[in-house]
């Protein structure tokens, strides 16, 4: 059997919690496969690495991530490693992220089971059909432009980020989604995000994507949205999003949060986030090592008492077996397993639910369940 190396970056707060159910499912499927492998080894990251080694990436953290096949991770961050802090988790996450070249971040937002719609804060007619796929620039905007907190003494008085994008940057996430758009059957529509009307970064973004998709992808249809239209529409009218969502590093990141509530909860996304476009499984499939984590974070209010969502982490996991491993298979098997524990009994399913949809169950009772479904 082929073996493969995952690197398991649990993090701080509930992100142990959530990583150790998506551990157990992706060793249930490992030992269910005669085709396969997995070696999973755990490494510090974030909060808990800046305890035991002074920074949130240590260097045998980055290397091991580095030679891995891929790398699954909870969430970072939280009070004890506080905004004033000069070494902070988030830090460790955007230098793997800039390091590894992952500039393409991928979060579907889709209703994983028809009867979570009772649990969208929108209205079931709303909600339904809703499927919605974020294509988020990660590695440029203002996430990494120059910044500064000026030092006028006795204070800082003055503070500024630079928005900053390239032309090649924008290509890149560009062809990033139209290849997403392409891969489904009949094409999505490409729905790109800015803030034209204002930001000079934005302008250059929806010239970019124009030439981008009319040159190369003649066959494509896209529009412009302005980001805070877009964000009203998210709440609605989300089906008119339906599709993929092309946008850039920080109004992804918000974008993504929000429609994350259409489905229901935050807890239930997963994201994959690439050096490049995913290859689907098949016989061509070339591998993209990537790191996949639930776009949630670190939920302090709730961390340490086991009742963390660990659904996020759980599709993560199906999606680090169909991005970076080529594996469909385990991944789908993952996908229904999800849907099966999300589903109502008249559907055919158990109807689990965590406190941040309303139920009792605790994460590893989530985890139990679709233990027990991969195994039936
Ligand atoms: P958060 O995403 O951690 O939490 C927002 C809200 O959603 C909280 O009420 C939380 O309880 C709830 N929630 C989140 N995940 C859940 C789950 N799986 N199950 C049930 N409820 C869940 O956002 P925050 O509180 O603003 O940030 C906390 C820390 O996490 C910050 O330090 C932030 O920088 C960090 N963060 C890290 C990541 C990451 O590691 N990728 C992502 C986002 C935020
Ligand atoms: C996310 C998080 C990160 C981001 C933070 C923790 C740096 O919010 O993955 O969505 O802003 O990208
Ligand atoms: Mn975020």
């Known amino acids: 059997p082929k073996s493969f190396r995952v690197v398991v970056l649990p993090g701080d707060g509930i992100g142990p919690e959530v990583v150790a159910e998506a551990v157990r499912v992706l060793e249930v499927v490992s030992e269910k496969s005669s085709n396969f492998k997995l070696s999973l080894e755990s490494h510090l990251f974030g909060g808990s690495a800046i305890d035991a080694s002074g920074e949130p990436l ?47 971040n991928i979060r579907p937002a889709s209703l994983a089971s028809e009867s979570l719609l009772d649990y969208s804060p929108l209205r079931p007619e709303i909600a339904l059909g809703v499927d919605m796929i974020v294509v988020r620039e990660l590695i440029g905007g203002v996430y990494f432009g120059a910044r500064k907190e000026q030092n006028v003494e006795p204070d800082v008085n003055v503070a500024w980020d630079t928005m900053i994008y390239s032309v090649e940057e924008v290509q890149r996430i560009t062809r990033v989604a139209a290849q997403i758009a392409l891969a489904a059957n009949p094409p999505l529509v490409i729905h790109s995000i800015d803030k034209a009307n204002v930001l000079a970064s934005s302008r250059l973004w929806r010239k970019v994507v124009t030439e981008t998709l009319t040159k190369e992808y003649p066959q494509l249809k896209f529009d412009h949205h302005l980001v805070d239209s877009a964000a009203m529409v998210i709440v609605s009218n989300p089906r008119k999003l339906n599709g993929v969502i092309l946008t850039e590093n920080l109004f992804g990141d918000i974008l993504s949060d929000q429609s994350s509530v259409i489905p229901g909860s935050l807890g239930l ?17 070339k591998p993209t090592s990537g790191l996949y984590e639930p776009i949630h974070g670190s939920a302090p209010d709730i961390a340490g008492q086991g009742i963390a969502n660990p659904i996020g982490t759980i599709l993560s996991a199906a999606m680090l077996l169909r991005y970076s491993l080529g594996l469909e298979e385990p991944a789908r098997a993952i996908e229904l397993a999800v849907q099966r524990v999300l589903d109502n009994p008249e559907a055919g399913g158990y109807g689990l639910r965590t406190a941040d949809l309303g139920g009792k169950v605790k994460t590893k009772g989530i985890g139990d369940k679709i233990v027990e479904v991969l195994h039936s």
């Open 269 to 285: 996304l997963p994201s994959a986030s690439l050096a490049g476009a995913p290859s689907v499984p098949s016989p061509n499939f």
């Open 58 to 104: 240590p260097a045998s953290t980055l290397k091991a991530c580095q030679e891995a096949d891929a790398i699954l991770m909870g969430s970072i961050g939280g009070p004890k490693w506080g905004v004033n802090a000069k070494v902070r988790p988030e830090q460790g996450l955007l230098a793997l992220r800039k390091t590894l070249g992952l500039y393409a």
